[in-house]
């Protein structure tokens, strides 16, 4: 027995089988779907029988796969979680995502729930809840199994990093008029909400927040909520308001709880997610992909970068704004400066130099904010050291009685207008009580005449700094949790996918 979810009512479940007689061997809610099935078989069904009786009993979220030691055939099937079927020459396959057998096919039948699989080698069939036989399509992915080996780097991670030149030109590709300014993204046209929502978690609430930000700031009133709080306290919406959920595998519980109370009230949902046949996709009203290619380490990188640009691309087909022409000629450019800077950057010596800094800080004001959060975000998650990302100007109301020369703050300021200057005001007091401060600047700001240590990016459009910013961030995560000897791809506790609420 596979399973991934949660199975609710494991405990009655449970209390009952042992009434019967049922011996357990562990503590996991999965273990009473065996036990139910060999209660089935006991009372005369076959295995696919047993497999369906048992399913029948079960509450919660499960994607579930079942073998008997002498059966021909795996059962599968899910509710709330993801299930997929890889359809080969000889063979076939299932897994939660795509990723898992595309070194072996790309042709995928995508599961709905209540739906039951049969596999045997070379064939597979599926049916619904009654056992009717269903006319599945077969789906063909772009992603070739290249993208989804390490190709020489030490881990995922730094490879998805390394990748972003490319991802990112995949994301803008045939979606911009450098003349214009304007964007021709057909799950866009004629989007004209007055009001937008934006609901993720993770590293994609982050991207969500750059989203929001720039809409409010093209006169859009939008928000960026956590997707597990909207879920059960949403915002009020009106008929015009278009929720926007972000999410990079497209099968966060979270995420799709959030969109799916959206639905619920009647407006307009967008998933923006990079897996084509996810559940986002195929569930909600209209689908931006941000083609950013299968991402393996379970850090999210070069979707981030993605993400962000997919909101520069929304925000343009929602709002019209005079520097429309500046910020696609930026993003145009984009590529190769994330190229200049991975090829210059010193990331690894500043890791280096903070390895054994009690925490880390990282602060930003307005389109920086979102990076802020994103390098904290990450450093935690793969060094497993404390971090902490917020908005400059909220360091003296309180995290500042955390600073010491022990704690590192990085500041990431570009430009020399007033944002800039408040922040490197923000960078002054934490100076003042000693704490080093790296700046991730541009050659415009003078922030680094404060700095220990500066990781430069190259000049570019404010609404496109945050971006290369985040390179370097990312890069030292990568390389603090390198040198600390860190489960880079599958740090403790973590999922690439997080399908369970
Ligand atoms: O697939 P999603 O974008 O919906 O995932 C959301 C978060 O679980 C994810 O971004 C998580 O925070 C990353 N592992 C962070 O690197």
Same mark, same amino acid.
């Given at each position: 027995?596979?399973?991934?979810?949660?199975?609710?009512?494991?405990?009655?479940?449970?209390?009952?089988?042992?009434?019967?007689?049922?011996?357990?061997?562990?503590?996991?809610?999965?273990?009473?779907?065996?036990?139910?099935?060999?209660?089935?078989?006991?009372?005369?069904?076959?295995?696919?029988?047993?497999?369906?009786?048992?399913?029948?009993?079960?509450?919660?979220?499960?994607?579930?796969?079942?073998?008997?030691?002498?059966?021909?055939?795996?059962?599968?099937?899910?509710?709330?979680?993801?299930?997929?079927?890889?359809?080969?020459?000889?063979?076939?396959?299932?897994?939660?995502?795509?990723?898992?057998?595309?070194?072996?096919?790309?042709?995928?039948?995508?599961?709905?729930?209540?739906?039951?699989?049969?596999?045997?080698?070379?064939?597979?069939?599926?049916?619904?809840?009654?056992?009717?036989?269903?006319?599945?399509?077969?789906?063909?992915?772009?992603?070739?199994?290249?993208?989804?080996?390490?190709?020489?780097?030490?881990?995922?991670?730094?490879?998805?990093?390394?990748?972003?030149?490319?991802?990112?030109?995949?994301?803008?590709?045939?979606?911009?008029?450098?003349?214009?300014?304007?964007?021709?993204?057909?799950?866009?046209?004629?989007?004209?909400?007055?009001?937008?929502?934006?609901?993720?978690?993770?590293?994609?609430?982050?991207?969500?927040?750059?989203?929001?930000?720039?809409?409010?700031?093209?006169?859009?009133?939008?928000?960026?909520?956590?997707?597990?709080?909207?879920?059960?306290?949403?915002?009020?919406?009106?008929?015009? !308001?278009? @929720? $926007? +959920?972000? =999410?990079?595998?497209? *099968?966060?519980?979270? #995420? %799709?709880?959030?969109?799916?109370?959206? /639905?619920?009230?009647?407006?307009?949902?967008?998933?923006? !997610?990079? @897996? $084509? +046949?996810? =559940?986002?996709?195929? *569930?909600?009203?209209? #689908? %931006?992909?941000?083609?950013?290619?299968? /991402?393996?380490?379970?850090?999210?990188?070069?979707?981030?970068?993605?993400? $962000?640009?997919?909101?520069?691309?929304?925000?343009?087909?929602?709002?019209?704004?005079?520097?429309?022409?500046?910020?696609?000629?930026?993003?145009?450019?984009?590529?190769?400066?994330?190229?200049?800077?991975?090829?210059?950057?010193?990331?690894?010596?500043?890791?280096?130099?903070?390895?054994?800094?009690?925490?880390?800080?990282?602060?930003?004001?307005?389109?920086?904010?979102?990076?802020?959060?994103?390098?904290?975000?990450?450093?935690?998650?793969?060094?497993?050291?404390?971090?902490?990302?917020?908005?400059?100007?909220?360091?003296?109301?309180?995290?500042?009685?955390?600073?010491?020369?022990?704690?590192?703050?990085?500041?990431?300021?570009?430009?020399?207008?007033?944002?800039?200057?408040?922040?490197?005001?923000?960078?002054?007091?934490?100076?003042?009580?000693?704490?080093?401060?790296?700046?991730?600047?541009?050659?415009?700001?003078?922030?680094?005449?404060?700095?220990?240590?500066?990781?430069?990016?190259?000049?570019?459009?404010?609404?496109?700094?945050?971006?290369?910013?985040?390179?370097?961030?990312?890069?030292?995560?990568?390389?603090?949790?390198?040198?600390?000897?860190?489960?880079?791809?599958?740090?403790?506790?973590?999922?690439?996918?997080?399908?369970?609420?």
């Amino acid at each position: 027995m596979v399973h991934n979810g949660i199975i609710e009512n494991y405990d009655e479940l449970k209390a009952e089988l042992q009434a019967d007689g049922h011996e357990f061997t562990s503590d996991t809610d999965t273990e009473v779907v065996p036990h139910l099935i060999e209660d089935a078989m006991a009372a005369g069904h076959d295995f696919e029988a047993a497999f369906r009786a048992a399913v029948s009993r079960l509450e919660g979220s499960y994607a579930l796969a079942a073998v008997t030691a002498d059966a021909e055939a795996i059962l599968a099937t899910r509710r709330d979680s993801p299930l997929v079927v890889g359809v080969g020459d000889d063979a076939a396959y299932l897994a939660s995502d795509v990723p898992a057998f595309l070194e072996f096919t790309d042709r995928v039948v995508y599961l709905e729930d209540g739906e039951f699989a049969r596999l045997e080698s070379g064939s597979w069939t599926v049916t619904d809840d009654e056992g009717l036989l269903l006319e599945k399509s077969v789906s063909r992915v772009e992603w070739d199994a290249e993208e989804t080996a390490k190709s020489g780097y030490d881990h995922y991670m730094l490879k998805e990093i390394h990748e972003q030149p490319r991802s990112l030109r995949q994301c803008l590709r045939d979606r911009v008029d450098e003349l214009t300014g304007s964007v021709d993204v057909e799950a866009l046209e004629g989007l004209s909400p007055k009001s937008v929502q934006f609901v993720a978690c993770g590293t994609s609430y982050h991207a969500a927040c750059y989203g929001a930000h720039a809409l409010r700031e093209a006169g859009v009133p939008s928000q960026a909520f956590l997707a597990s709080e909207y879920a059960t306290a949403p915002a009020p919406v009106s008929e015009e !308001t278009l @929720v $926007v +959920g972000i =999410t990079q595998s497209g *099968e966060t519980a979270d #995420t %799709l709880a959030a969109l799916r109370q959206a /639905e619920r009230r009647g407006v307009e949902t967008l998933a923006m !997610t990079n @897996v $084509v +046949g996810s =559940t986002a996709a195929r *569930e909600c009203d209209r #689908t %931006l992909f941000i083609r950013a290619g299968p /991402e393996i380490g379970v850090a999210a990188t070069k979707t981030f970068s993605s993400q $962000v640009v997919a909101c520069n691309l929304l925000s343009a087909a929602i709002a019209e704004r005079s520097d429309a022409r500046e910020v696609v000629g930026a993003l145009r450019d984009l590529p190769g400066q994330v190229q200049e800077l991975l090829d210059e950057s010193h990331a690894e010596a500043v890791a280096d130099r903070f390895l054994d800094s009690d925490g880390y800080f990282f602060i930003g004001r307005e389109y920086h904010h979102p990076v802020a959060l994103e390098g904290a975000l990450k450093m935690k998650e793969i060094t497993y050291k404390h971090a902490e990302g917020f908005p400059a100007g909220e360091l003296k109301h309180g995290p500042l009685a955390l600073v010491t020369e022990e704690t590192p703050v990085f500041a990431v300021v570009t430009g020399d207008g007033e944002t800039a200057q408040k922040t490197i005001g923000n960078v002054k007091e934490v100076e003042a009580r000693d704490a080093p401060v790296v700046a991730v600047t541009d050659g415009v700001s003078e922030v680094g005449r404060y700095a220990e240590e500066v990781l430069e990016i190259p000049e570019t459009h404010p609404r496109v700094a945050p971006m290369l910013a985040n390179v370097q961030l990312q890069l030292v995560a990568y390389y603090v949790a390198k040198k600390l000897g860190r489960s880079i791809d599958k740090p403790r506790n973590l999922a690439k996918s997080v399908t369970v609420e």
